[in-house]
């Protein structure tokens, strides 16, 4: 084969082999369902709706390298700037987050944090002056085999979503929910993971009184941490979930399942509340013009997350076009991965 030829084939197959990425859609709460960013779509509208869910540059469903860990992007993502809306949760209910769509080969830790906003709302705070308490993690659940089964496995198997759940102590207010999927596939290597952060904001109520402490964005993780510089392809492989420890008070061991909506709504706006033990502001709902079609909880399905309308998705790795398309990134993301392993 020509050099040419060759170039051209070990392109074609990179373009091929490399997985799709994803981003969150929506998340439901009591099973009314919050509409949030698409980072696929709003950045090219003129006026994007206003929803729950952070707005970023990642509109190649791309990621955070650990070289930007002590930058603003790793905080809720590349450029991210504040929702302009929220959804109101009660201390103690589950969040479902419900993603596009998450590539088999990507295996890592699905993590989430609290950060509070304190009593005038999340839309206007500055994301650097956010402290963020971690809620929930889930890492390696099973690792006899390599790669292992991990928390992003979880997730694929509940359709792409992931339940989080409110610490029920928690003192109500407004409180940027920060949730994460670090992939590992390429982590062996310094820099190698790839954190895929998204950012939502909740307005919390109920009675509790708890303000747990949390550590600002850029000093969640440094790219030695144990959990972000981690081979997963020898076995049997082990795991340290990176980050602050989990609250004490978090919800542990929260089952996985598939919350289906029966309404949608809005986002709701004008933070500025002061929140007490009353009921949740009022929610507008909608006949749902897209309800979910996840079928009942428990009988995990292991397809793509609805709602995706039949768009074609970005089917390449961020960072492999272009500049230094070379063959070990290439095969960090995929083309050469090692097969499934064979888990529960
Ligand atoms: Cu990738």
Redesign the pocket.
């Known amino acids: 084969m020509s050099r040419f030829a060759k170039s051209l084939a070990s392109i074609l197959a990179g373009a091929s082999l490399?997985?799709a990425?994803g981003h969150v859609q929506h998340i439901i709460i009591n099973g009314v369902q919050y509409p949030s960013f698409d980072p696929t779509s709003h950045p090219y509208m003129q006026n994007p709706p206003t929803v729950v869910g952070w707005t970023a540059a990642n509109t190649d469903n791309g990621?955070v390298a650990p070289d930007e860990f002590a930058g603003g992007n790793i905080i809720c993502h590349k450029s991210a700037t504040n929702a302009g809306g929220y959804a109101v949760v009660a201390a103690g209910d589950k969040v479902y987050i419900q993603w596009d769509q998450w590539?088999e080969?990507?295996h890592g830790p699905v993590i989430d944090y609290l950060a509070s906003c304190g009593s005038t709302g999340c839309d206007a705070v500055n994301k650097a002056d956010l402290e963020f308490f971690k809620i929930g993690e889930v890492g390696l659940i099973d690792g006899r085999q390599a790669p292992g089964f991990w928390g992003s496995d979880q997730l694929i198997a509940n359709n792409a979503g992931w339940l989080v759940q409110i610490p029920s102590d928690l003192a109500p207010g407004h409180y940027v929910l920060r949730h994460e999927i670090i992939?590992l596939?390429?982590a062996g290597q310094l820099n190698g993971a790839?954190n895929y952060p998204q950012c939502f904001n909740l307005l919390v109520t109920g009675s509790g009184s708890a303000v747990p402490r949390g550590v600002k964005g850029t000093a969640l993780y440094t790219p030695n941490d144990k959990g972000i510089l981690a081979g997963i392809y020898n076995a049997p492989v082990t795991y340290e979930i990176p980050g602050p420890a989990l609250y004490s008070n978090a919800a542990r061991g929260v089952q996985q399942s598939v919350s289906v909506a029966t309404s949608t709504a809005s986002a709701l706006t004008g933070g500025a509340v002061p929140v007490q033990t009353q009921a949740p502001p009022a929610i507008t709902t909608t006949a749902s013009s897209s309800p979910a079609t996840s079928t009942a909880a428990a009988s995990t399905t292991v397809t793509r997350g609805s709602g995706n309308g039949g768009r074609p998705v970005p089917t390449r790795?961020?960072g492999?076009a272009g500049r230094g398309f070379d063959k070990r990134r290439r095969q960090?993301?995929?083309a050469n991965a090692p097969q499934k392993a064979a888990v529960a």
Do not use: I, T
């Open positions: 490399a997985a990425h990621f590539p080969s990507h992939a596939h390429a790839q790795c961020p492999l960090a993301h995929g």
